[in-house]
């Protein structure tokens, strides 16, 4: 007979307590089931045991089961000796015969020496009759009052475990715990499911299959084809929106990126402008120091900054004004309102408006635009114009991500 294995289903022998695919515990075989031994029986005393109390009456009767009477003992019949005759007294008691003596034997042999003759057997006397000692009689055993009797309860009788014969294997591989010989083909032993084959590795799963929900055992029927077809769909959606999405999803990454990344300054290769005033040119805009500047003439003129090779454009920061200084500061000219027109290397332009603080220091401004080949300043308003004196732009710096 076999037996399923309840966790993986494979076929086990019936005196095999493990699995020999996985190691589960099947259950105790009735290989090794042993009969008990009877219990001894006890012989109960042929006459019961009398007690007696403290002051050595005799204590009240025990009421227990009585004895079957004993055999009456078979009389012992006693021989009376025969009255011996008395001789008359005048009569003398004859004498013992004289012993022959034995004939001389010859020279080379020495003389035997006499035996004495035995002696007469000494009357035996009758040993006295061992007495009877009368039988005590029994005390009365009282009458048990009559009740009712509850109905008995049946025992069921125990089962008798009969010993079967071991089938021993003849061929296969031992048990390098307990030395049992396992069949061919078993990883476990039916004993004691010790691995069998401990120094084999199993292969390695691939790296998917360590994944949820992959890493799961399931057997079949138990929605697994539920779960597959939820994870398509799942998956199908999320192909939809990112194709849909792509866009703002990537948007959003880089903006994460520019703000947790690091970032740092790049110089143009060239600076133009449109306009520029006498003794400040474009190039002042670009030097590195807030000392100088570019002077534009009015409103609408502007800087153009080209670059050599494509980048991802963080932020742009300028310096208004002809100085830092506050009392430098209020006598020049300098751009209160201004457009970035910022040109990617696809040919598209994108504009944003920016309104700067009437106050001296830098002031910057994030645009988060990728592919960057060239930016454009637009002055279009300005505060402190009077008396020709030029729009200040002391210094622009561009700045990208590392």
Not at 207 to 217: H, N, S, Y
Request: hydrophobic share 35%; with cysteine; net charge neutral.
């Amino acid at each position: 007979m076999t037996r399923s294995c309840p966790a993986c289903g494979a076929a086990n022998e019936e005196d095999e307590d493990f699995c020999g695919s996985c190691g589960t515990y099947l259950g105790w075989s009735s290989r090794r089931a042993r009969t008990a031994a009877p219990a001894p029986e006890v012989e109960a005393p042929a006459h019961p045991v009398e007690e007696t109390g403290p002051d050595g009456d005799d204590a009240p009767p025990v009421p227990s089961p009585r004895p079957a009477p004993a055999p009456a003992p078979t009389p012992v019949v006693v021989p009376t000796p025969a009255p011996v005759a008395e001789e008359p007294p005048s009569r003398a008691t004859p004498e013992p015969a004289a012993t022959p003596e034995p004939e001389p034997a010859p020279d080379p042999e020495p003389a035997p020496t006499p035996v004495p003759p035995p002696a007469p057997p000494a009357p035996v006397r009758p040993a006295a009759p061992a007495p009877v000692r009368p039988a005590r009689p029994e005390p009365p055993v009282e009458a048990e009052p009559v009740v009712a009797v509850q109905p008995g309860v049946p025992i069921a009788q125990r089962p008798v475990v009969r010993p079967v014969a071991a089938q021993e294997e003849t061929n296969g591989f031992p048990c390098p715990s307990c030395g049992t010989l396992n069949r061919p083909g078993r990883k476990f032993c039916g004993r004691c499911a010790t691995p069998l084959h401990p120094g084999e590795q199993a292969e390695p799963l691939p790296w998917w299959r360590t994944r949820w929900p992959f890493d799961r055992k399931v057997r079949a029927g138990s929605g697994r084809l539920v779960r597959g077809s939820v994870l398509a769909l799942l998956i199908v959606g999320l192909l939809i929106a990112g194709f849909l999405l792509v866009p703002a999803g990537r948007y959003v990454i880089e903006d994460v990126r520019d703000k947790l990344g690091d970032t740092g300054e790049i110089s143009p290769t060239g600076v133009t402008a449109s306009a520029t005033t006498a003794g400040h040119p474009a190039k002042l805009a670009t030097d590195g120091v807030t000392n100088t500047y570019w002077g534009a003439p009015k409103p609408g003129a502007s800087l153009t900054a080209e670059f050599e090779k494509p980048f991802r454009l963080v932020g742009v920061t300028v310096h208004t004004g002809v100085s830092t200084k506050p009392e430098a500061f209020q006598k020049g000219a300098r751009p209160t309102q201004a457009d970035l027109r910022i040109r990617t290397k696809d040919g598209k332009i994108h504009e944003k408006a920016w309104s700067l603080t009437d106050k001296p220091g830098e002031q910057s401004v994030r645009t988060g635009i990728s592919d960057v080949v060239s930016i454009e300043f637009v002055v279009r308003e300005a505060a402190g114009q009077g008396g020709g004196r030029p729009i200040a732009l002391g210094e622009i710096e561009y700045f990208k991500r590392t």
